[in-house]
């Protein structure tokens, strides 16, 4: 540029200067990165949580980070203060944790499976990005809201994670091979389609890390009890580093060793202990009730269902729709808007009783409805309907209904056995449980004054159904007496 200046200063012509370009940035490899080219996130569960550079695409994206305003356990922090956490650290943890368990297989297996780092980083993907398709108050919305107003409804957050991804790759240019993109679909829907997962030809084991839907071991119960318990203050002893470090696979089948036996009954018994203490508390389920009342009041005049179905639209739905129902101008909205305020002010449904479903009609069982209660009411001063009962129908298991998930789970002796085999419960202990499922009804009454007629219908439905009452305890007298 020196003497194009000095030509310019003397009047003459300016010499021309070639500007040669810079050479383009080397573009990584899928599966490829170091040390440069990771980010360092802090997660107070795993510590530090490297991103690859595809990794940091994704969750760079606005769609990803809306997982910030979904609460992990939806409502449950009103019950347990602590559990605030989101889909967003939760799927950093699974990622986490989705990556040792392939660079564990890599290390005393690599080379005898042929895993490379492709297979690697799509596992670690697919824990990712295996929950962007929850909506508002996560499994609330799935399991409570979308079945109210679409009775049969089919929808599944993992089916519109894989929806929702094909969205996310398009929208932003996400540079991904369609096959290695095909392949984290798969993966990310294998607990609900397993039929997807069995007929893949090579490398099945793989499509039971993240979501299993052939036992149910997956890195995604590994993150989410430790993570739920510890925010909810519930002891645990359960130990998914013993199961990482044990994993082997056999015949394209994840196993462990026969004495980890123990260790993944707890797995799958401080899962089920969540569910009755935590995730289906009663109060919890009274709130929830609440909530999705006040949803579908609103569906109407919001069309929240209507999202469900475009993944463009859905992604923009998160927990902040409380706030935009509250905020709504429309009149049509005053029902929704003051069952929402009573959440806030603690006026909630009335908790009336519960009972467990006996163990020998369980395989007869059929949902309670708000029907048979008011069905069953024989005398009472006030006339029940419909819409002053809710009913919550719980089922907990050890994710395979009334069956034994363990004995879908292969065994090995020692590293120098080659035998795989399963293991029955009497060979290991005879204290361990006969049955393997609870079904729970619990009965609310909507309004204050309607506890005792409540109860007293919903004890006469016991008496009909089984000859007693099943219920541990009566619902206590001065509850009965203390709104009327």
């Known amino acids: 540029c020196a003497p194009a200046a000095a030509a310019v200063a003397e009047g003459e012509q300016p010499v021309a200067v070639a500007v040669l370009p810079l050479p383009p940035a080397a573009r990584y490899q899928y599966g490829d990165y170091d040390r440069c080219s990771t980010k360092q996130v802090f997660d107070n569960l795993h510590g530090n949580i490297s991103l690859d550079p595809l990794a940091r ?35 950093l943890g699974v990622y986490r944790l989705a990556g040792e368990a392939m660079n564990n297989l890599q290390k005393y297996q690599g080379n005898e499976l042929g895993i490379d780092r492709i297979d690697v980083q799509t596992v670690k993907l697919a824990g990712l990005l295996h929950d962007i ?13 979308l079945p109210r107003v679409n009775p049969g409804s089919t929808w599944s957050h993992e089916h519109m994670s894989a929806l929702l991804l094909d969205s996310i790759v398009d ?12 392949v984290i679909k798969e993966m990310i829907v294998a607990s609900s389609d397993v039929s997807t997962a069995e007929g893949v030809k090579e490398k099945r084991f793989l499509y039971d890390i993240v979501a299993n839907g052939r036992n149910g071991i997956d890195v995604d119960k590994f993150d989410y009890i430790d993570r739920d318990c510890r925010a909810c203050g519930i002891g645990s002893n359960f130990q998914h580093w013993r199961l ?24 799958f018994t401080t899962r089920a202990d969540l569910h009755r203490t ?17 949803l579908v009041e609103a569906n109407e005049y919001l069309g ?26 429309n009149d049509e909205l005053k029902k929704a808007k003051e069952i929402i305020q009573r959440i806030r002010r603690r006026e909630l449904y009335k908790f009336c009783n519960q009972y467990s479903v006996p163990k020998d009609k369980l395989d007869h069982f059929k949902n309670i409805t708000a029907q048979d209660i008011v069905c069953s009411q024989i005398t009472s001063k006030v006339l029940l309907k419909e819409e002053d009962v809710a009913v919550s129908n719980v089922k907990i298991d050890l994710t395979r209904g009334k069956d034994n998930p363990l004995e879908s789970i292969k065994f090995f002796k020692d590293f120098g056995c080659e035998e795989k085999f399963p293991i029955t419960d009497e060979r290991v202990s005879h204290l361990l449980p006969v ?8 009965v609310y009454a909507k309004k204050p004054e309607l506890v005792e007629a409540v109860s007293e219908a919903f004890e006469n439905l016991q008496l009909r159904m089984y000859g007693e009452k099943t219920q541990v305890h009566d619902t206590p007298t001065k509850k009965k007496r203390r709104f009327n």
């Open 57 to 91: 695409e994704f969750v760079d994206t606005e769609e990803f980070q809306r997982l910030r305003d979904l609460k992990q356990l939806g409502l449950t922090y009103l019950v347990f203060p602590g559990a605030v956490h989101t889909r967003f650290e939760h799927s």
């Open 133 to 145: 398709g929850h909506g508002p108050f996560s499994h609330l919305f799935e399991h409570e809201f």
């Open 171 to 182: 929208k932003h240019s996400i540079d991904i091979e369609p096959d290695y993109l095909k």
């Open 244 to 267: 990482l470090e044990g994993m082997r696979v056999m015949g394209d089948e994840i196993c462990y060793p026969a004495k980890d036996y123990l260790s993944i009954h707890k797995l």
């Open 278 to 294: 935590v995730y289906t508390h009663a109060k919890v389920k009274a709130v929830e009730l609440m909530l999705v009342d006040a």
């Open 304 to 329: 929240i269902s209507l999202h469900a179905d475009d993944p463009e639209d859905f992604w923009k739905l998160d927990d902040t729709i409380v706030k935009s129902i509250e905020t709504a101008p």
């Open 435 to 442: 049955c393997n499922q609870d079904r729970i009804v619990r």
